[in-house]
């Protein structure tokens, strides 16, 4: 029997390709979330400094309460696709920051796709892009998008790992997909390959360890014993999507807006002053890190890459009030010099 808001997403999912959208799917709320699992990850720490996963999960575990007043009774799912192979420099930067920031453009999108539902079909409708409480990767499952993979990183048949999700909770009954079959089976790659065994058993991940945490996310000092797993990875790790083989479906992306930055050497952003940096990073996602986070990086990358000729400009880092980032110059140049 053909479901009577059939037509509504027709509709949805011609407008949503046309918007760069490669997937849709929906979802009905309430959804089973594994609440148990969730508040043992949060309160054995393995989300780190992330604070904001503690917060609203009254809505995180029950979205459909993200409309209050009037119960949501659907999810609708989107990926965009950003994969690109990454560009030849001595450093690396997560695939997914190698362009503009994605939130305020795909935001727009959605948006976008929401007045045409309220416009034309009724109903309210939130969309979120990293913007709320949504588990993203369960509900992108639940809505036949992909599996969550033992890197606990959406996998897409035909397309892989390289996607953005995006989500509009609305009070529309909408036709729901059929979820997909986990087909991971018995490889263990992304465990194998995670540089600092993040991944700590299939489908289970510390953050506290990842270097996507470590580089991004975390505030203060890169904790010593990591660093050297870092390598040359900037902003971000795509360690466990780079050896999925499903990625051997992966095609690049076809979004302007994801163009490869133009980024300077190692030494030569390391010295750069707050303007330079706010002006160079502007729309990038590397501008999230302030600057403060950007030359630790730095460092840490330069103490596994760099050579001598990188030691004048760690030597003035040195001399910065900053204890922080004078430690992790110390530590870099103690590397390098114990290389040469």
Same mark, same amino acid.
């Given at each position: ?5 059939? &037509? ?7 407008? /949503? %390709?046309?918007? @760069?959208?490669?997937?849709? !799917?929906? =979802? ?23 604070a904001w996963m503690e917060r609203n999960n009254d809505r995180r575990m029950y979205p459909e309460r993200l409309i209050p007043e009037r119960e949501a009774k659907s999810i609708i799912s989107l990926a965009l ?49 990293? &913007? ?7 509900? /992108? %499952?639940?809505? @036949?998008?992909?599996?969550? !993979?033992? =890197? ?189």
């Open positions: 029997m053909v479901h009577p808001n059939q &037509t509504i997403l027709t509709r949805l999912q011609a407008e /949503a %390709e046309a918007l @760069g959208f490669h997937s849709i !799917g929906v =979802s009905a709320v309430p959804l089973q979330l594994r609440y148990e699992y969730y508040a043992q990850w949060i309160a054995e720490g393995k989300h780190g400094t992330m696709n950003y994969y690109q192979p990454d560009p030849e420099r001595g450093y690396r930067v997560a695939k997914y920051a190698l362009g503009d920031d994605y939130h305020n453009f795909m935001l727009r999108r959605l948006k976008r796709l929401c007045r045409i539902l309220r416009e034309d079909y009724g109903g309210e409708q939130r969309p979120y892009v990293d &913007t709320g409480p949504l588990l993203e990767k369960p509900i /992108a %499952e639940s809505a @036949g998008l992909g599996w969550q !993979g033992k =890197s606990t990183i959406l996998i897409e048949p035909k397309r892989g790992t390289w996607n953005f999700l995006a989500n509009i909770v609305t009070t529309l009954d909408l036709p729901t997909s059929t979820q997909q079959k986990d087909r991971c089976g018995n490889c263990t790659r992304c465990l194998d390959a995670c540089p600092t065994q993040a991944i700590t058993a299939p489908y289970q991940l510390d953050a506290t360890k990842c270097i996507s945490y470590l580089t991004i996310e975390h505030d203060g000092a890169i904790p010593v014993e990591y660093r050297s797993a870092i390598g040359d990875r900037l902003y971000g790790c795509d360690e466990c999507l780079d050896v999925c083989p499903w990625n051997k479906w992966a095609v690049p992306t076809v979004e302007p807006k994801f163009a490869i930055r133009e980024l300077p050497s190692l030494g030569e952003m390391l010295l750069w002053d707050q303007a330079t940096f706010s002006e160079r990073m502007q729309g990038s996602p590397l501008r999230r890190l302030k600057l403060h986070r950007f030359k630790r990086n730095i460092c840490v990358v330069l103490g596994n890459v760099g050579v001598a000729a990188d030691l004048v400009a760690l030597e003035k880092v040195v001399l910065d009030a900053d204890p922080m980032l004078a430690e992790h110059a110390s530590w870099a140049i103690r590397q390098i010099t114990d290389r040469n």
